[in-house]
């Protein structure tokens, strides 16, 4: 390209053709971060080890830079979100654990967060999927204003499911209001008990077109049984096999505004796939042979090729950092029966790890973890240690602002692939356990439950004895090192109590 430049221009083209390369560079860039849902290590086939094929996520993972010690915070979805958005550890606040659709906000709205620095620095901002961090103050009457919302954290645009898609409302939210609401239906949401009359799949089973295999068995919305009571709202139910390309839609159209626009922005994509229930469009039934669970895969990966596809016709991908991740790891029955378990086949979500999604085992947190900016990010795999706490400092230091968030560590050198030096540690949560990670080593403390819960069928860490693996030499955590390394297990129970305190309160979590 230089050699044809300068063979075919004149030196004052070339002058301007260099001013406009660095006049280019000098922006900041657009950052989009795509933050998928229970998608395990093993899910995406960059990675190896798995048998499900995801071309658009590879897309990224190969032609970006591929990490393979990547982590959420947590391995469930609320403390992960809150972890990232505020560059906080979830477990210094003890609001952040798996939230009813009632809950309140549980980010301060006078808390940085990662788009409040973003807008600092004259980033537009929006979120548009799942939210799963609260709404309001307490009670929230869905048929008014709802207040605050993602919108007073420092979101300018919001377009999100309030909870989960298997928890009521089961309705979309806009800036604050439910969309569609028809103010002679208005909504009820109950957590405790039910509405006279509704119907629930205790009372009709006959109505569900999708089985419940524990915990969701109150209201029934398109067939599918859910957690928690919602009456009214007809016109404001989402479809749940239209819901991906409803998601799709609003980030395309979000893209193609702020792409005219002289300001970058960010967009942060929470797709809904593979929580549960899984609902793939009909364009998707029975594509990965693997049963809904494969099939919303492919589909979240369809919306990925979409979305790489839209930054290209804007013209945009050139400057735009992608980063691709997943809130926790993986789970197969996640509440409802449908075929995960039967047809998985060969294929292994969690990859080489133990665990999965609400274990203290290393594919609970352990997860996808990709950087991608065409141009800039030269493609590969780094082994160093990154944490989803990390990008608040790391963003701030890519677009010029100080900020840094209580536990967030600036690894922008690591995420640009210019460093190979992560994290020399972290404590990991699931279900508000906590472990450390330090090295290559992790230690697990005891703690009192179930080795394996019985409905999701994950072994979750729990021993009344001290944990020590060597990941480097044992990434399965085959072989507990506690009793045979004392010196080690001293040297890292010292390093936790220095990061984590006082952890004796152990509050116990039942699977719903």
């Not at 922005?265 to 042979?289: A, D, I, N």
């Not at 602002?401 to 460093?419: R, W």
Request: charged share 20%; proline share 7%.
């Amino acid at each position: 390209m230089l050699s044809w430049i300068r063979k075919n221009l004149s030196p004052a083209l070339i002058f301007f053709f260099i001013l406009v390369i660095q006049t280019n560079a000098q922006q900041k860039p657009n950052i989009v971060l795509i933050y998928l849902d229970d998608l395990g290590y093993g899910d995406v086939s960059a990675y190896g080890v798995g048998t499900l094929q995801t071309p658009n996520m590879d897309r990224l993972a190969n032609g970006g830079l591929r990490f393979t010690n990547g982590y959420a915070s947590s391995a469930t979805c609320t403390p992960s979100r809150y972890a990232l958005l505020t560059g906080t550890y979830p477990w210094r606040n003890q609001d952040a654990k798996i939230l009813p659709g009632t809950a309140p906000l549980i980010i301060d709205t006078a808390q940085m967060t990662l788009p409040k620095m973003l807008k600092e620095q004259g980033y537009e901002t929006a979120v548009i999927g799942k939210w799963h961090l609260g709404l309001g103050t307490g009670f929230v009457d869905w048929n008014q204003e709802i207040s605050p919302s993602p919108n007073h954290v420092g979101f300018d645009h919001s377009h999100i499911l309030a909870a989960t898609q298997d928890r009521v409302p089961t309705v979309y939210i806009e800036n604050g209001r439910v969309v569609n609401l028809d103010p002679k239906d208005p909504i009820q949401v109950d957590y405790d008990k039910n509405f006279d009359g509704e119907p629930t799949a205790i009372s009709n089973p006959e109505l569900l077109t999708m089985k419940w295999h524990h915990g969701h068995n109150n209201s029934i919305v398109n067939g599918i049984p859910r957690i928690g009571y919602m009456k009214g709202g007809d016109s404001a139910k989402w479809s749940d096999v239209d819901m991906a390309d409803h998601f799709l839609e609003k980030g395309k159209a979000y893209i193609h505004e702020k792409a005219k626009s002289d300001k970058p922005f960010f967009l942060f994509f929470p797709m809904q796939q593979p929580h549960v229930p899984r609902t793939p469009h009909p364009r998707f039934e029975g594509k990965s042979g693997m049963g809904p669970r494969g099939d919303v895969i492919l589909e979240a990966d369809w919306v990925i090729g979409e979305m790489l596809k839209t930054l290209e016709e804007e013209g945009v991908l050139e400057n735009t950092l992608i980063i691709f991740s997943s809130d926790n790891g993986p789970v197969l029955n996640d509440g409802y029966y449908d075929d995960a378990v039967e047809k998985l086949g060969d294929h292994t979500p969690a990859g080489p790890f133990r665990g999965g999604k609400y274990s203290l085992y290393e594919a609970g947190t352990r997860v996808p973890f990709v950087t991608y900016w065409k141009g800039i990010i030269q493609h590969g795999v780094s082994d160093a240690l990154v944490t989803q706490i990390d990008l608040l400092a790391s963003l701030a230091a890519l677009v010029g602002s100080e900020e840094i968030g209580p536990d967030s560590q600036n690894l922008l050198e690591v995420f640009m692939g210019k460093s190979q030096k992560g994290r020399d540690s972290f404590v990991l949560e699931a279900y508000t356990k906590t472990a450390l990670r330090a090295g290559d080593w992790v230690m697990i403390p005891p703690y009192p439950g179930p080795a394996v819960e019985k409905n999701v069928n994950i072994e979750m860490g729990n021993s009344p004895d001290y944990q020590l693996y060597n990941l480097k030499e044992d990434p399965g955590q085959k072989t507990n090192l506690a009793q045979s390394n004392p010196e080690k297990l001293e040297e890292m129970k010292k390093k936790y109590q220095e990061i984590r305190g006082d952890n004796s309160k152990i509050e116990q979590v039942e699977l719903k």
